[in-house]
């Protein structure tokens, strides 16, 4: 079924009998060509792509729980492409691309808002920093303006410009960033996977993988073994959790992020705000709230919750900058695992087993590059080759030397 | 989450620094055969287990001493708390 203007007005008159499932409730098979595990957004858009753009068939999604039960339905939804490094960028900016498409492409109403993102400058060197950011930014084909504190006090002026120990000094914004509605992000997919044929296999959990003689040739399940010329991990959080019982320890620790939303506010924050001297973002939900992050606590964690120094460090950036934020009562907060990867950035790529394909260490940066990762793992799925976007997201990259590592933070995930 | 320092007592977590798993105390032999291949596992790969962890902290608001201390990074219990000094003499480390 097709979803438009019209179906909405004919189904309203109808009674809204008409509306159907927006994906089947697939059983298993016994056998796929590809066999992708994890039901987020990553492992839908890999499955999405492989069979839209690789015209590939036979694909299966396995999630352990409901899909976007997991991260793709516990981030704070922002989506940008402000990256410095030559092996980040331009995928990135291939994501935000696809974005700009999405809703159209999928037939899905992602409320994709590109309304903007800001990177608030407090000192000189790292003014210097950003134009230099900015700059690659450019060359790589995405936008980049530098802002003055002036014309960040027009378009927000409840700033705390002169503060005594962060003042602002302008910004550096991303107009085409913005945020998109997370959860619908993941049924968009799912959806349009599911009309081309893919199965969506929910409560059915990978408890091994089959390899004979150095191939992996399918997954042992709660649901039953399935066979599979390929399979595909796409878990990022339980990442080690997972590659363990292929007998492979991963350059990834587990850490727990934490978000926060505020209670239903009238608009307020038109865009995407970051702190520069701390760690801290927000943007204001179409519901209202403030929803707000910002340092992960920093040790292994797979607890989904938190610990209280973290949370009144990012409540500190947040009144650092804007002091309003101060008469907001907290709604909710919760936790996600992230896969920190010992140089902040993803891992798309072949394993030394031939068949078994692994995505996993997007930090705390997944959700942005949702739809190249997922088009880049069906690239690497369906061509054995990496997409051109992605050609750095290797596993030997860190014992070659060829580290991405954007904020320069060496083989410390905490510190990503 | 409160770590039960061997020398201070019960301090909070917000003062110390995490390092990463304990086997980092067991740096490889870099003139032993198989040395750099040793080095790449020790630098960059991590078993980061569900479960009991064995994982170093520094008390950098304190006494500077470094911690083992044993945690489940499941439940965020922390079972013990050991110096990381006698852990590495335990374990052959500087003798």
Redesign the interface.
């Known amino acids: 079924m097709r979803y438009s203007g019209f179906r909405v007005i004919k189904e309203a008159l109808t009674g809204h009998r008409g509306w159907g499932p927006a994906w089947r409730d697939a059983a298993p098979q016994d056998a796929y060509d590809y066999v992708i595990i994890g039901g987020g957004g990553h492992g839908l858009a890999t499955a999405y792509y492989l069979a839209k753009e690789f015209g590939q068939a036979r694909i299966a999604v396995l999630e352990k729980g409901w899909i976007g039960g997991g991260n793709v339905g516990r981030n704070t939804t922002i989506i940008r492409s402000n990256y410095m490094l030559d092996g980040n960028e331009p995928f990135y900016e291939f994501s935000l691309k696809l974005w700009e498409g999405l809703e159209q492409d999928l037939n899905y109403n992602a409320m994709v808002s590109q309304r903007g993102i800001l990177n608030l400058i407090h000192s000189d060197a790292q003014r210097d920093a950003f134009i230099r950011r900015g700059n690659a930014m450019i060359l790589n084909g995405a936008d980049a303006e530098l802002l003055s504190t002036e014309q960040v006090m027009a378009r927000y002026p409840f700033l705390n410009v002169n503060d005594a120990r962060f003042p602002i000094k302008g910004g550096l914004a991303q107009h085409r960033g913005g945020t998109v509605r997370h959860d619908a992000v993941a049924w968009g997919y799912a959806r349009a996977a599911d009309q081309r044929g893919v199965d969506i296999i929910q409560n059915c959990e990978v408890t091994g993988f089959r390899i004979e003689r150095g191939r992996c040739t399918g997954v042992e399940t709660t649901r039953g073994v399935i066979d599979a010329g390929k399979v595909a991990a796409c878990v990022a959080g339980a990442s080690?959790?997972l590659m363990e019982k292929a007998g492979m320890?991963?350059?990834?620790?587990?850490h727990v992020l934490q978000a926060f939303v505020s209670e239903g506010l009238k608009p307020v924050l038109p865009g995407v705000i970051t702190f520069g001297a701390g760690h801290f973002y927000c943007s204001q939900s179409d519901k209202g709230g403030l929803v707000f992050g910002g340092d992960i606590d920093?040790?292994?964690?797979?607890?989904q919750r938190g610990?209280l120094?973290v949370v009144e460090d990012v409540c500190e950036g947040g009144m650092a900058i804007f002091p309003m934020l101060g008469r907001a009562r907290l709604l909710r907060m919760w936790g996600g695992l992230m896969d920190m990867s010992?140089d902040g950035s993803p891992i798309i790529d072949r394993t030394h087993i031939d068949g078994l394909y692994f995505n996993g260490g997007w930090c705390y940066g997944g959700f942005k590059a949702t739809p190249a990762s997922g088009f880049a793992y069906a690239h690497l799925l369906a061509t054995d080759r990496p997409h051109p976007t992605a050609t750095a997201y290797r596993f030997d990259r860190?014992?070659k030397g060829r580290m991405i590592d954007e904020k320069g933070m060496g083989?410390?995930?905490?510190l990503h | 989450m409160l770590i039960d320092h061997p020398l201070l007592g019960p301090r909070d977590a917000a003062e110390f620094v995490y390092k990463g798993d304990a086997a980092l105390i067991h740096r490889p032999d870099g003139a032993a055969e198989g040395a750099l291949e040793a080095f790449i596992d020790y630098g960059y790969l991590r078993d980061n287990p569900a479960g009991t962890h064995r994982e170093l902290w520094f008390h950098e608001q304190g006494d500077r001493s470094w911690l083992v201390v044993t945690r489940d990074t499941v439940t965020h219990e922390i079972s013990r708390v050991e110096l990381a000094r006698d852990v590495a003499r335990r374990e052959g480390r500087s003798k």
Do not use: D, K, T, V
Request: hydrophobic residues 25%.
């Open positions: 080690s959790r320890r991963l350059p990834i620790e587990s920093g040790y292994n964690s797979y607890a610990n120094p010992m860190f014992a083989n410390q995930p905490n």
